[in-house]
Nanobody
Framework: QVQLVESGGGLVQAGGSLRLSCAAS????????MGWFRQAPGKVREFVAAISWSGGRTYYANSVQGRFTVSRDNAKNTVALQMNTLKPEDTAVYYCAADQSPWGATVKNTNVYWGRGTQVTVSS
């Protein structure tokens, strides 16, 4: 059974930084693409960033391009999201996602396992 546990959320002022981490277990981590989604109150869950199974490809939503960086450590079974220059509109619950199929480049919200989420709040 795949388990994903996020950490690192919190309250930060606009312009600040946070680093989210997701620890994965239950299968061979390095064979699967990983990603991050977020959901703000009253809004649908949206894609934030993804990294391929090898770590060689990364993908970002336009809204976070240039501010967020996704990375993975296959030796530690973790994926991270470094968030810089945070804005109030980045406030949301952030979810770690793991592709259900191996050898993928990115993730789709219809074919992933989900973590429980971690709250990120950016004050103005």
């Amino acid at each position: 059974q795949v388990q994903l546990v996020e950490s690192g959320g919190g309250l930060v002022q606009a312009g600040g930084s946070l680093r989210l981490s997701c620890a994965a277990s239950g299968r061979t981590f390095s064979n699967y693409a990983m990603g991050w989604f977020r959901q703000a109150p009253g809004k649908v869950r949206e894609f934030v960033a993804a990294i391929s199974w090898s770590g060689g490809r990364t993908y970002y939503a336009n809204s976070v391009q240039g501010r967020f960086t996704v990375s993975r450590d296959n030796a530690k079974n973790t994926v991270a999201l470094q968030m810089n220059t945070l804005k109030p509109e980045d406030t949301a619950v952030y979810y770690c996602a793991a592709d259900q199929s191996p050898w993928g480049a990115t993730v789709k919200n219809t074919n992933v396992y989900w973590g429980r989420g971690t709250q990120v709040t950016v004050s103005s």
